[in-house]
């Protein structure tokens, strides 16, 4: 969010609604989740890279060592390391980082990832998450499994993300709300729902059997 744009919102008291922002109250968007305050409310987002993680293992009860491929000038893609490190701590499983600058690299980085490689986990990332179908070929060509905290191409084999069309009905209610007389500042922050996606085409493409308490 503009926090200009906010301000001004503020001073003329129009209500304003944020959809998955991660930590609003950090930030300095609210005051407490369940009181807001001011103008501004919505709907926060959440760390989905520990379940993610965790399904992850899951699908691979033989997984030992994970492969990261990040930009470390994507500040978004660092913010995020220290919560897959704890995840794969918990679940006794190696990371293994690879800086990379460009969807090339990280290309180059997966065709030449070591062979006891288990799977590639994918961090929000501004440099390589709008081209990522372009790694998740790749994955698929060297038959390693790919999972994310966050939505990307079809082809990655396991999702665990927030779910934006939810986001979406959450908010259109909060706005009928508003439009109904209530107040933003006294209108609790939502927490988005979150959902699980397994390709079974890319399972199959690279030889995993989906375990049935997935």
């Known amino acids: 969010m503009d926090f200009r ?10 209500p304003v609604l944020f959809g998955s922002s991660p930590r609003p109250v950090e ?53 995020y390391l220290p919560g897959v490190k704890n995840a794969a701590a918990q679940l ?6 690879q800086e990379i600058h460009s969807v090339e690299e990280g290309i180059t980085a997966i065709e030449n990832m070591e062979e006891d490689v288990d799977a590639i986990y994918m961090l929000p990332s501004s440099t390589l998450n709008n081209r990522n179908n372009e790694l998740s070929r790749v994955a698929i060509k060297r038959k390693i499994p790919m999972g994310t905290g966050i939505p990307l191409d079809e082809d990655v084999l396991v999702t665990f993300c927030g779910d934006f069309f939810d986001v979406g ?4 209610r909060m706005v009928k709300d508003i439009f109904g007389g209530k107040k933003p500042a006294d209108m609790p922050v939502e ?18 059997q989906i375990p049935e308490i997935v």
């Open 92 to 97: 006794g499983v190696e990371l293994v980082f």
């Open 27 to 79: 930030a300095g968007l609210i005051e407490s989740i369940s009181y807001p305050g001011g103008n501004l409310t919505g709907v926060q987002g959440l760390d989905t890279t520990p379940k993610a993680m965790e399904f992850l293992k899951d699908i691979l009860p033989g997984m030992n060592k994970v492969f990261i491929p990040y930009n470390p000038d994507d500040l978004v893609s660092v913010d």
């Open 5 to 14: 744009a906010g301000e001004l919102a503020n001073e003329r008291q129009i």
């Open 191 to 208: 927490t988005v729902g979150t959902k699980l996606t397994i390709n079974l085409k890319t399972a199959e493409a690279i030889g995993i």
């Open 169 to 172: 009905m959450k908010l259109s």
